[in-house]
């Protein structure tokens, strides 16, 4: 996988008192790096297609929904699938994005 990434990290003390399984997740960003490299960007597809997720492996794929990408701000809301969210320690993530050998698009709910 090339391009770029990107680590999220899902704060613990939000997951309240037990541990999440197969939990969609709001990821909620904007990055001028999201733009599209048409608008001095990162990414690859104009809508966006080579956007997605993984486990921090770097090979699992999760699944995700892009709700809302906006490629002249590089502001994208997704719905990502996490296999669990833990309440005692933080829940990491990573975003790809500007793979040109990638058009991940939407992966279901």
Known sequence: MAGYRRRIVIDHTKVM?????DFPVLVSLTDAALKPTSEGGHVSHRRGEDIFFTLPDGKTRLS?????????????????RVPELSCSKDTELYLYYGDLTSVAGQTGK
């Open 17 to 21: 008192n037990v541990d999440q399984r």
């Open 64 to 80: 995700h929904e892009v709700a809302a990408y906006a490629p002249e701000s590089g502001a994208l809301n997704a719905w990502v």
